[in-house]
Every structure is written in structure tokens, then in C-alpha cells.
């Protein structure tokens, strides 16, 4: 089966139905020629297909995103949780604490973010999702301008669709060439307590109190949804996951030792990985073919937050969009992190990979220091040249120059062993 596009249209495809396809897909049907969530009325033009994963294996479950903003936002209405204060703790127990007024770190679970964005495309006479699984995406043999996306439907039927510009946010297969590459990889329970153990108004971001890895470091991570209830997770910056009975290890110690919380149950869990790497993803695959999300380059690499990055790609994707077409233009592929951003980031994992500052006390002093409000921006990528000027003083200054002074002369190579299993997971907390 071929779908084309009505006359006057300019066909677009998104693959995949995670947060960066459906962020992308909610900016194009809400950037002032869309309607359903406070947009003008339909604009003529835009004919969108969202093409998600069918039902079965291949599906990712249930998983969680993270962010922080100063204002309700796009998916408000999603946010399954929010909080107002944050704590960091060291390795020797002692605990920093802050408001990061205006800013608050805001949950959303991907069910309740599909199903928001699922009834903003229904609302849209020109959106339209579509269940399969894609093959490849090539250049149209017609000739025309484009690219076709060549899948199969539930039913093992090919699907094939003819779009003006493609949108793709399949993860790559293995990481690219880097100097340094890290894993954020991680295992959580949702628990849920026999009596009240948590702070509803308090987000544990980062507590040092675990044992540390030989490579890397170690954390947990408390997000309280109840008196009673929160996601707790096991995180490590290291260069191989653990196996799923190693996370459930640490998880029981780090739940029963440290933060003994007595009797509970697991309602679910959540594992993924998530890379930190200062290798370049290629955002354009042809003139059509653009790639978005983790898989073009939205995952800051020295913390691997995403969500934020992946609402400034979709925002300027959906702008470029909205102006009017010019002959031979190529997909709008805009870049979703400043270069001063990038190249910090890829001092701070060198330093990190080489040992040469100790990561616990690294990343609890920089709270300790720094104004939490300016932090947060920073991690974001939305900070002033005159922020990261006063975080950098604070940091480790000789081993930070002296691995600033080596990255040039580093060969970019392969992740050892790399391959599918370190790909970015498709159950990734886009933290």
C-alpha cells in the first residue's frame, strides 16, 4: 500500500512514537497552523504521518522523562509529578539541599504523554498515526524531491510512503567514533511503602552514598510521587551496563541499607541506558532525511538529559516548517546543543573517564557552590556564557585544563564491543 499526499501539500513523516517523534509531531500540529491545544486554525499545507511501532516485542514499555522548567508548559496536563526542592548527597552522608525557585523538576510518564499527543494529532484534519515497522528510508525512485519510507503493517503487508521530508528518531545501531564514551545506565522500581517514608516536595537527584564502582560512579535517585510511594533507581556513569540481577542488587541494598525504608512492593520497573559520549551524530542523512532525538545528538552528553533539547529541536523544525517553501530547500536539521556546550561537556567526561576528579564530590560541590537555579541551566544548556564562566572557576581547574589540552590530539574510535546493546535504549529515561 502507498499513501500520497492531497495536491498543495507538502507530505511530512516522523518516525517513531517516543518523546522526540511525538514532540516533533505535537510542535507541527501547534505551531500557528495547527488547532486542538491553542493553535490557529488547520494550515492547508501540512499533510503529517507519525509512523509508531505496531503492538509486541519491538514496543517499548512504560518509561519515564525528566525536566525542569519555570512555567506550566506544552504537556502540563501529563506531568505525573513535580517538585520544588532538591538534595544532593555525598558520599559521607552530608546532604545539600536548594530551591531552584523559579525552576521545578517535572515528571511525565510516556503513557500519559502518548495519549495527550495521540488526541492533538486526532484533532488535526492533516495528522494522521500509522502502525509499522519501518525497513529503510531511501531517496524516491520517481526522482522527485523527498524520500519514501519503505515498512510493513501488523499484518506483514508493505507500506510505502512517499513524504517531501522525513523526521527520524530511531536510535542508531552502535555509538559514533568518540574520544570518550560513557554509559548512563540504570535500573528503577516504583515502590510502594507500608507507611510514609518520603518527601513529596523533595527530588533526590543524586545520592553518592553507594558503593562506587572500579570505572565511573554511582548513585541513587529518589523521586517521590506520595508519602508512601516513589521511583527509586540504581544509576552508574560506566562504560558497560550491569545485568538486570546486578540492579537488583544494588537496588536492594541501596533501598534496605541506606535508605531503610522497611517492608514495600515493587509495583514496576524501568531499565535503560543512555549515552554520555562527545562523539557527533550526524543529524542529516540526505537532503529529506533528517535525524531527531537521541539520534541527533539531543542527549546533553556529560548528564544525559534530553527531554528539554528534544522541545528545542521540535520548536525550531516546526518554525523552519512554518515559513514559506523555498525551490531545492533540504530538511531543516537545526542543531540541539550550542558548540561552547558540547565542548565543556567533552572535558567533563574525559575527566570523569580518566579518573582524574572524583565524580561524587565533582558533582555534590558543584551544588554546593553554585546557586542551584544556575546548575540546573547549565545541565539544561541554557545557561549564560557568564554562568559557565563562574561554575568553571569552581571546578577542578588543573585536571580540567589539562584534559581540555589533550582532547585535540585523541583519535576518535569505537566503543569496544559495541553493537546493539549499547545503542541507546528504546526504554531510556530521558532524564
Known amino acids: 500500500m502507498r499513501r500520497t499526499a492531497e495536491a498543495g501539500a507538502r507530505p511530512l513523516v516522523v518516525i517513531g512514537g517516543g518523546a522526540a517523534g511525538l514532540s516533533l509531531a505535537n510542535w507541527l500540529v501547534g505551531h500557528g497552523h495547527g488547532h486542538g491545544h491553542g493553535g490557529d486554525r488547520p494550515g492547508p499545507w501540512l499533510d503529517l ?62 503513557t500519559a504523554f502518548e495519549e495527550l499527543v495521540h488526541d492533538r494529532l486526532d484533532a488535526h484534519p492533516g495528522a494522521r498515526i500509522v502502525r509499522a515497522t519501518v525497513q529503510r528510508v531511501q531517496t524516491r525512485p520517481d526522482g522527485r524531491p523527498g524520500a519514501r519510507v519503505v515498512a510493513t503493517d501488523p499484518a506483514g503487508r508493505p507500506l510505502t ?40 516536595s523533595t527530588a533526590h537527584l543524586m545520592d553518592f552514598r553507594l558503593p562506587q564502582p572500579a570505572h565511573g560512579l ?33 537496588l536492594h541494598d541501596y533501598t534496605h541499607r541506606i535508605l531503610g525504608l522497611g517492608p514495600f512492593t515493587v509495583a514496576e520497573a524501568e531499565q535503560g541506558v543512555i549515552p554520555m559520549t562527545d562523539g557527533r551524530f550526524p543529524r542529516r542523512a540526505g537532503p529529506a532525511h533528517v535525524r531527531i532525538g537521541t539520534a541527533g545528538g539531543a542527549t546533553r552528553p556529560a548528564t544525559g538529559y ?73 545541565l539544561d544548556g541554557r545557561s549564560t556564557p557568564a554562568e559557565e564562566l563562574r561554575i568553571g572557576l569552581r571546578c577542578p581547574v588543573g585536571p580540567m585544563l589539562r584534559c581540555a589540552a589533550e582532547l585535540p590530539l585523541l583519535p576518535r574510535r569505537a566503543l569496544a564491543g559495541s553493537g546493539p546493546e549499547h545503542a541507546p535504549n528504546s526504554s531510556e529515561e530521558l532524564r
Not at 52 to 73: A, I
Not at 227 to 249: C, G, N, Q
Open 306 to 378: 534530553t527531554f528539554a533539547a528534544i522541545q528545542r529541536q521540535s520548536r525550531a523544525i516546526a518554525a523552519a516548517l512554518a515559513r514559506p517553501p523555498t525551490p531545492g530547500r533540504t530538511a531543516p536539521a537545526p542543531a540541539p546543543h550550542r558548540r561552547r556546550a558540547l565542548a565543556m561537556d567533552a572535558v567533563l567526561l574525559r575527566a570523569l573517564d580518566t579518573g582524574r576528579i572524583d565524580g561524587p564530590r565533582f558533582f555534590t560541590d558543584l551544588f554546593r557552590r553554585t546557586p542551584a537555579e544556575q546548575v540546573l541551566r547549565f
Open 161 to 200: 510512503l512517499d513524504a517531501r521530508y522525513v523526521f527520524d528518531s530511531r536510535p542508531p545501531v552502535r555509538p559514533p567514533l568518540a574520544r570518550t564514551t560513557l554509559l548512563q545506565h540504570f535500573r528503577g522500581w516504583f515502590v510502594h511503602t507500608d507507611r510514609p517514608r518520603f518527601d513529596p
Open 49 to 110: 504521518t507519525v509512523v509508531e511501532t505496531p503492538e509486541g516485542p519491538l514496543r517499548p514499555p512504560p518509561r519515564t522523562w525528566c525536566f525542569w522548567d519555570d512555567r506550566p508548559g506544552e504537556y502540563e496536563q501529563a506531568v505525573t509529578a513535580q517538585w520544588s526542592r532538591l538534595r544532593i548527597t555525598g558520599p559521607d552522608g552530608n546532604a545539600v539541599e536548594a530551591e531552584p525557585a523559579p525552576l521545578r523538576y517535572r515528571m511525565l510518564r510516556s
Open 218 to 250: 554511582a548513585f541513587g535517585y529518589v523521586l517521590p510521587l506520595a508519602p508512601d510511594r516513589a521511583l527509586v533507581e540504581y544509576t552508574e556513569f560506566s562504560r558497560r551496563p550491569l545485568t538486570t540481577a546486578d540492579y537488583e542488587r544494588a
